[in-house]
Every structure is written in C-alpha cells, then in structure tokens.
C-alpha cells in the first residue's frame, strides 16, 4: 500500500507541473473541489474454475455468478484555471461471487464425493488524472480525463467437502481463479457536464474505458461536483 501511495503522489506531482505549465488564468472560483456520485460497470462474464486431476471427470466447470455493477466513487481535485484541473479519486469496482454445487462419483472408493464452494471477486481503484472542460454554451460543457487507474484485486475462496475421508482425498480441490491483472492500468473518459448554482455545483454523465481490464473495461459515472 506504501509503494502505491508513493506512485499515486509521483503521478499527482507530474500532472501538476504539466497542467500548471499551460496555465493561462486563475479560475474565477475556487479552484478546489471535491467530486463524487455513482459508477455503473458493464455486466462481468462467468469466472472459469479449473479442476486438476488425472480423470476426465473433472473438466474446468463455469460456476453460477451473482454480481453488482452499480457502485460509487468520490474523490478532489484542484482547477489551474477554468479549461484545466488534476483529480485524485477512490472507485469502487463491481463484485461477483461464484456458487459452486458439484458432485463426482469416485470409481476407487464406490461412493459420491460433493464440494460447496463460494468464490467472491471484488475490485477498487485508486484514479488520478488530467481534466479537461471546455465550455460549450451555459450551463453546458464537455469534459475528458486521461490517467492512470491503481487497480486492487481481492478474491475469497471457501469451500465444504462432503463424502468419505478416502473420498475427499482421491478428488482434487479448485487451486485457480481466472482474474485480472493488478498492474497498473491507463484510463480515459469523457462527457458532459451542467453547471448548477452559479457554477458552484455541477452534475456530469461520462463514460470511462480503461485499457486492458478484461471483461469490465468500461463503466458509466454520474457525479456531483461541488467547489469548496
């Protein structure tokens, strides 16, 4: 967590001297904000669990999915003048647990073998990015971030095992979830947002595709931004 925090200021500290140097004018309000509202995910596909073992009984299954695709973020920025700012910001990405009934009948002991399992997937971000608004015609402006996105994978695996000691131990246990990978992702968005309340608080709709994040490499957010 120490080494992601560590990158997360040097990218904040880059967008800054970057966005600082096309500066033109200081915004005429207050150029700290604070940002958030909610992300909806596009759907995640099964998640393939992988079998081991010699017999041909035991081929990799696609276990049943539950999952939750709308979720939240919330996060701040600081504005170098009206056209550009740099946000930091938290993401809750969607979850998805995996219900796993199975039951083999073991030929060497004449018996059925059953595994109860329970497989649960859940991702955050950590986002930091350059903002772009251009003014289009009051109160209604286009907006684009560009960055890089922290990603944390969590996975929880639990099981019950039913069946005979000489049955259990004749039956492989799942070793392998197919996930993401945790390295550190690009990310780009753009939409538009409706300045409220002489331009204090704004509403936004963008949409948000992160480079190569398999099956949830795109999402929807709806946010509320409100200048301090």
């Known amino acids: ?25 200081a915004t005429t309000l207050s150029p700290y904000y604070v940002v958030g509202g909610i992300v909806q995910w596009s759907a995640r596909e099964s998640t393939e669990i992988a079998f081991h073992g010699p ?15 709308t979720k939240f973020r919330f996060g701040g920025g600081y504005s170098f003048n009206e056209n550009w700012s740099i946000e930091a910001s938290y993401v809750a990405g969607p979850t998805q647990e995996l219900s796993i009934k199975r039951r083999f009948f073991v030929y060497d002991v004449n018996e059925f073998f059953t595994l109860d399992g329970n497989v649960k997937l859940d991702l955050t971000l950590l986002r930091v990015a350059a903002v772009y608004e251009l003014r289009l015609r009051e109160p209604i402006a286009f907006i684009a971030n560009t960055g890089l996105a922290f990603p944390d994978f969590k996975e929880e695996f639990s099981y019950q095992l039913g069946g005979s000691v000489q049955a259990q131990a004749l039956v492989p246990i799942p070793d392998s979830v197919a996930v993401t990978s945790e390295d550190t992702k690009l990310f780009a968005s753009m939409g538009v947002r409706v ?9 936004s709709l963008s949409f948000v595709y992160y480079d190569d994040f398999p099956q949830m490499d795109t999402a929807f957010e709806f946010d509320l931004q409100w200048r301090l």
Not at 2 to 17: D, E, G, Q
Not at 56 to 69: D, L, M, V
Not at 195 to 203: M, T
Request: aromatic share 6%.
């Open 1 to 25: 967590m120490k080494s992601r925090l560590t990158y997360v200021a040097i990218a904040l500290a880059v967008l800054a001297f970057l966005t600082g140097a096309i500066s033109t004018s």
């Open 55 to 69: 017999s041909s009984s035991f081929r990799p299954p696609t276990a049943t999915t539950s999952s939750t695709e």
């Open 195 to 203: 300045a409220l309340k002489d331009r204090r608080v704004s509403a």
